[in-house]
């Protein structure tokens, strides 16, 4: 995707691992607009939850990918104003290795 246009759909990918050793949980992340992949993590992150989500949302906002966006927004509320399909879904995985 060479130009910077408002994308109609964005698909975030996230897959977390717990690491019962020291009780973290770890995360990769890909992000795809309009089904290219714009960017993916290059080694694992920390955090837990949805925080894959969050993590994509920095990444789209300092690469100039949401036209609008105001830091501290929602996502999720900035998509339907934009009238933006957005998809983000995790898997947890048992190995670090699958992430």
Request: glycine content about 8%.
């Amino acid at each position: 995707m060479t130009t910077k246009t408002k994308p109609r759909v964005i698909e975030i990918a996230g897959r977390r691992w717990f690491s019962r050793t020291y009780g973290n949980t770890y995360f990769t992340c890909a992000i795809l607009i309009d089904g290219y992949m714009v960017h993916q993590t290059d080694d694992y992150q920390y955090g837990y939850g949805d925080y894959y989500a969050q993590w994509a949302t920095e990444w789209l906002t300092d690469n100039g990918h949401l036209p609008k966006f105001e830091r501290g927004d929602s996502l999720s509320m900035y998509c339907r104003e934009f009238d933006i399909v957005l998809i983000a879904h995790a898997a947890d995985v048992s190995r670090r290795k699958d992430l």
